[in-house]
């Protein structure tokens, strides 16, 4: 079965279980998935019942799509989401997208958990993405047939949408939330990085590091989705006094600062 196939037997099936012109689409990063109790849920399906979906392997990621309803708007969210790490092709780590943009969605949010390399800011801060540095070695436009979905020669001046950011920008502030604006880079992982891996990022004027988003977003721009995205920053990568990482740790923060990224997320749904 060719890849544009696959897709549209996943579309039919998800269509045929009443997920219908949807809005805004959501993916849910690692430790982020409250925003799930704020939407008043039409439909929930597990992701190992949706044909030739991938399924989440990360155990903090729980694997379902929810439609439903939130700030007055039709919404489906990807509650767990693919990493490279976890072996999946660049297709799999976008089929969600892929998805979301065939079930008819005009803008879509991501969030993800990730390091802080601008030593300026602090566990538990908000980072609007900017920008991003692609440090996978990958691309998902890079197979065969890729051009079959869009322009495979993706334009990336503006990966992320100025008018969807100008607006979250006015929420942070008009709330209080305090918001940074930065570069993402995006590694492959699952192990985190070196000294070293952090002071280059740090010459390569990096804010924030993670290792996921960057492969969604590149197909959002194939597929003229508009998009943004904010990292909940967990840790502080500071290579001149590193500390062994916490796992545990990263996961507390993440829900700790999860509350400010739900409000931003309801606030510029409400005006999308």
Known sequence: ??????????????KEKGINNPEVGIVLGTGLGKLVNEIKTIV???YSDIPNFPIATVEFHSGKIIYGELSNKKVVVMSGRFHLYEGYTPWEVTYGIRTLHGLGIQNLLISNAAGAIN???N?????????????????PLAFKGANEFG??????LAPYSKAINTQINSIATKLNIQLHNGTYASVLGPQLETRA???????????AVGMSTVPEVIVSKQLNLPCAAISVLTDECDPKNLQPVNIAEIIAIAG??????????????AVL
Do not use: C, W
């Open 256 to 269: 700790e600062a999860e509350p400010k990224m739900i409000t931003l997320f309801k606030e510029v749904i």
């Open 151 to 156: 322009n495979i020669f993706a334009d990336m």
């Open 119 to 121: 030593l300026d800011y």
């Open 1 to 14: 079965m060719t890849k544009a196939a696959q897709l549209q037997e996943t579309l039919h099936f998800l």
């Open 197 to 207: 891996e952090y002071r280059m990022l740090q010459i390569l004027e990096v804010d």
């Open 44 to 46: 929930e399906i597990a």
């Open 123 to 139: 566990k538990g801060d908000l980072m609007l993405i900017e920008d991003h540095i692609n440090l996978q070695g990958s691309s």
